[in-house]
């Protein structure tokens, strides 16, 4: 049998994959065909193409008896994400600075006491000047409302967000000195 073509044990091992994942990557690697054969027999053959969307309808069938709540799970997740939420990032601006470390050649001796002497070791090290803090307050996009809920879906931005880009991004600086 030459790889790649349309026989029926091909197309019985990519549905059988489908039905069980819901993936096409799953469904062409089962059959043993590249990614561009399996969209090209979608195109050139009708009734694989609707076999495909069979399985898929079985996997998203299997999904929903074995996992009842998923429905309310996934409108949980929308709804998450279209609340606002706020991350914040904390960064730190360092600087070399020579310091005194302990030199292992004088082990009698303490670090006060090598300093002392002037027999420690100087080393450059990295010392925090300045802490930033950034938040910034995110929050769904129209466009991606839109494209999740449809155009004449109830759903209006929080208040604060009349940019005309509809960005849902605010920016807020905090900066601490003397860390």
């Given amino acids: ?37 399996f969209y090209a027999w979608i195109k050139k053959h009708p009734e694989f193409k609707e076999q495909v969307g069979s399985a898929k309808r079985t996997w998203r069938y299997k999904l929903f008896r074995d996992d009842p709540g998923i429905v309310q799970k996934a409108r949980q997740r929308l709804i998450e994400h279209l ?19 302990y ?3 004088y082990p009698d001796l303490t670090l006060e006491e090598q300093i002392f002497s002037k027999l420690s070791l100087k080393v450059e090290k990295m010392v ?23 155009k004449d879906n109830n759903y209006r931005p929080p208040p604060g ?7 849902g991004i605010e920016t807020v600086d905090f900066k601490f000195e003397d860390v």
Wanted: charged share 25%; net charge negative.
């Fill in 1 to 37: 049998m030459a790889k790649g073509k349309y026989t029926p044990e091909i197309v019985g091992d990519i549905l059988f994959a489908i039905a069980q994942t819901g993936r096409d990557g799953d469904g062409y690697t089962a059959g043993g065909i590249a990614r561009w054969t």
């Fill in 83 to 101: 609340d606002p939420f706020t991350e914040t990032w904390k960064s730190v601006k360092c600087e070399p600075e020579l310091v005194d470390v």
């Fill in 103 to 105: 030199n292992m050649e």
């Fill in 128 to 150: 925090p000047v300045e802490e930033t803090l950034k938040a910034v307050t995110r929050q769904a996009s129209p466009w991606a409302v839109q494209m999740v809920l449809g």
């Fill in 161 to 167: 967000d009349e940019s005309p880009g509809g960005s």
